[in-house]
């Protein structure tokens, strides 16, 4: 695969390891003849570490023989999530610290997330673009303040605090993106 065909949440094989892309930043060049350069911080999927990984337009990397199949968040312990195989009805675990970004954004009900599979053992979970939260808590509304751009801290039904606009109020539900984290708009 060319690295300007690589995109967010591609799974590449990198110095012999799977990783997964979460970010891109493209340098076009300033002089004629130049390359452009493609910057990628990618997630090893098997150590958990971030990897930078930096190529010009026409290098390649190979894409990574992984599967792909749709889990349903069943339960949290102290150490682990559990997830169940929409397909096959397995039961997989994973440890609660490799899923730190990840765990802010998940409910029981939650559709679109799907585990990633590397020689057949559950090595991650990739979360749908957004998902909608219901806010628990947060500072009510004052009459009035709709015009603006203020926003205030909302605590949402996972434990996730996301800033929103200062008319919304508690009990609505909330679009909240995954990638950064930050609050779209109603549901």
């Known amino acids: 695969m060319q690295a300007k065909e690589i995109k967010r949440g591609a799974i590449v094989n990198y110095q012999g390891a799977p990783c997964i892309i979460e970010t891109i930043n493209v340098q076009s060049p300033s002089a004629r003849g130049a390359a452009t350069i493609y910057k990628y911080r990618a997630r090893n999927l098997i150590t958990k570490q971030k990897v930078d990984i930096t190529l010009r337009g026409g290098e390649l990397l190979d894409e990574a023989n992984f599967a792909r199949r749709q889990v349903k968040y069943m339960y949290a312990d102290p150490t682990h999530l559990h997830f169940l195989d929409q397909g096959d009805y397995n039961q997989y675990s994973l440890p609660r610290e490799d899923l730190a970004d990840e765990v802010n954004f998940l409910t029981e009900e939650l559709e679109g997330v799907q585990a990633l599979f590397y020689n057949d053992q559950c090595v991650a979970i990739q979360l749908p673009l957004?998902?909608?939260?219901?806010?628990?808590?947060?500072?009510?509304?004052?009459?009035?303040?709709?015009?603006?751009?203020?926003?205030?801290?909302?605590?949402?039904?996972?434990?996730?605090?996301?800033?929103?606009?200062?008319?919304?109020?508690?009990?609505?539900?909330?679009?909240?993106?995954?990638?950064?984290?930050?609050?779209?708009?109603?549901?």
């Not at 205030?152 to 929103?164: D, H, M, N, W």
């Not at 008319?167 to 609505?172: A, P, Q, R, V, W």
């Open 130 to 187: 957004t998902v909608e939260l219901r806010v628990v808590q947060c500072d009510p509304g004052v009459r009035g303040n709709s015009a603006t751009s203020r926003t205030k801290p909302a605590t949402l039904e996972t434990g996730y605090v996301v800033q929103v606009p200062e008319y919304l109020e508690e009990g609505e539900i909330v679009k909240v993106d995954t990638r950064s984290g930050e609050y779209l708009s109603r549901a």
